[in-house]
């Protein structure tokens, strides 16, 4: 461990990553992710100076959409240098309604920084991301943002931090202070301090009195949690020897490589403060594509392989597809194949570079760049130059949607243009789910949340240029019987040549809940002809369609027990129309009763909202069948109930509501159940108003 292994410019020798890198910001919703890129790029020089995300004028945060509502609503991606060296940043959106955005991107990037504040409340949120993180096996540094409006000790608030990652905290800088105010940092594995300057690097000063003890204390805090996993490190420690420097930062970059720690660094974005030690961290510490194909599995391959992780449709350019080139080359018009077994032509290559897009001829191992016109490859896919369709590398599963609503075209023409732009819509975003509802005739979008299908409205209107009307969905409401009864058909018309005669007598009776409809015929001697017998069951599924409360009768049986026929007159129309008849007379006097659907729903919240959750349930006619605490989630629950669908309509936006953003369900049709009293005249006299 004593030995020098770094190279001449102070870089660990054989674990600098070579090639582009790929960085993902992220962390929870406004915790300065943006901000960061804008100083990041000024820093570096991709960009004359720093953009505002309330001004509208970042490079991250650039579409229409996100400017609007001043939030990241999807992937920003941005390439600048950095001592020599590439990196292509991408900016993921912190609201849990658009995480699979990010869920998409980091399978491929070298590592991520995520970006927090010292605020326990956006502590689930934190958990669910580097819950995605540690999953993935993604080295991951910790920036904790906006340090210059710390109320806290470092320390305090690297315990209240620490429950939200399964990996040690482990502090790379302690900061100086000026009384109340913080005045800059001092680099523990560096051991050199340094004071912050407005907009500008840092400036080093010397260390000394108490300032000095603090980072001895600090310093030796983290050398402990390094030398848990380095045998020398242990022993010097014990040994009261001070481990060479270049050693420590070998460690450093080894056990965040290895997912065995989070190195915390200390910053605000909004002062470019930290801006310059975070990009020395990353160029010395962050793994490179090498690492990042063995860890996602490629196998050794002399053939070009990227991995699609965003797919977007321009208003103007078609359709792109972004992607991390993880192995050889692609060139402009080369023909690819993707893991979906479809193939495709690259129709122009661009890279991100600040906030414009350039085109160039070629990308190799590690570039991130946009690929233009592959209009059979979807994110997730696997690409390759090779003759035969690569494996699936990456496998990410959408959210089940938690919200939605029911949409139609502002004008009937545009019915074609609205489903082409929802197809188009949701290969954008897998997360959101299109429905066609055959009971109730509604095209329902499905969606995380209401500013995630807020969102997808103002892309349809503006990008694809369809005006929609939308609605809550219908409730698939559905009545049954409580009696039986037996009802004669009769349908008779005489209009000159052949007329029409049909004549049913059907028993119609209730079934257990849940069998469905039943049909069964006890004709004896030819009272209605086999032929007619198939015709007289459509007929009664014709009359079931809508009982006399106004919506689909089940858990009926419907028996044909007798009838009459005419020899010239009947036909299979006039004995379908009988039992239409019979069916529509018998229903009402069947003492008809209204069904709605019932659900369990499994919720998950942080635990100190839980009281918050069950009361939400109750008031919404929720049953609790239990709860317990989410396994392998410290400081989760996990709360179970029955409900209403009529009650799970919004019940997301007041679940977010009292979990600070982080809580969840699904859902899972369970039964059909009566609904009486009040509650069903209000119901059935709502269907009859809109109706």
Known sequence: MGQDLRGPQGTPQGTQASGPRCIALVGPFQSGKTTLLEAILARTGAIPKAGSVDQGTSVGDASAEARQHKMGVGLTAATTSFMGETYTFIDCPGSIEFAHDMRAAIPAVDAAVVVCEADERKLPQLQIILRELEDLNIPRFLFLNKIDRANKRIRETLATLQPASRTPLVLRQIPIWNGDLIAGFVDLALERAFVYREHKASEVVQLDGGDLDREKEARFSMLEKLADHDDALMEQLLEDIPPPRDAVFDDLARELREGQICPVLLGSAARANGVSRLMKALRHEAPGIGETVKRIGVADSKEALAYVFKTMHLQHGGKLSLARVLTGRFDDAATVQASSGEAGKISGILAATGAHETKRASAEAGDMIALGKLDAVKTGDTLTTAKIAPPSLVSIAPAAPVLAMALAAGDRKDDVKLGQALVKLNEEDPSLAVVHNAQTHDTVLWGQGEMHLRVALERLHDRFGVNVK?????????????????????????????????????????????????????????????????????????????????????????????????????????????????????????????????????????????????AILSARRGQILGFDTREGWTGWDCVRAMMPEAEIGDLIVELRSATAGAGSFTRQFDRMAEVNGRAADQIIAAHRAAA
Do not use: W
């Open 470 to 614: 939308s609605h809550p969905p219908a409730i698939g409401y559905q009545e049954t019987i409580r009696k039986p009864m037996t009802q004669r058909g009769r349908h008779k018309k005489q209009s000159g040549g052949h007329g029409q005669f049909g004549d049913v007598v059907l028993e119609i009776s209730p079934l257990a809940r849940g069998s469905g409809f039943v049909f069964a015929d006890k004709i004896v001697g030819g009272a209605v002809p086999r032929n007619y017998i198939g015709a007289v069951e459509e007929g009664v599924v014709d009359g079931l369609a809508r009982g006399p409360l106004g919506f689909p009768v089940v858990d009926v049986q419907a028996t044909l027990t007798d009838g009459s026929y005419h020899s010239v007159d009947s036909s299979d129309q006039a004995f379908r129309t009988a039992a239409r008849i019979g069916v529509a007379e018998a229903l009402p006097q069947c003492q008809p009763v209204l069904l709605e659907p019932i659900h369990v729903v499994e919720i998950v919240c942080p635990s100190d909202a839980t009281a918050k959750i069950n």
